[in-house]
């Protein structure tokens, strides 16, 4: 199945801005990012679709998943 994958700020470097990935049926987000080289502690907020879900939930065909770091600041 496909989704896309949209990632922003620091999560970008040495990739693209959006990438359609072609996965397994029903993969869990934690593949993607082991798929793409992400670890956990990178990912301050994930959505599915635009609403806020875990390292847990199950994609499906169509899925748009949008990843961003932790963001520093004062």
């Excluded at 801005?17 to 082991?34: A, C, F, G, H, Q």
Aim: glycine share 8%; charged share 30%; net charge negative.
């Amino acid at each position: 199945m496909k989704i896309e994958v949209r990632l922003f700020a620091t999560l970008r470097n040495g990739r693209k801005k959006t990438l359609n990935i072609e996965v397994d049926r029903d993969s869990p987000v934690i593949e993607i990012l082991e798929l793409l080289d992400i670890r956990q502690e990178d990912v301050a907020l994930l959505l599915v679709n635009g609403r806020d879900r875990d390292l847990d939930t199950l994609l499906v065909e169509g899925d748009v998943l949008s990843l961003f770091p932790p963001v520093g600041g004062g």
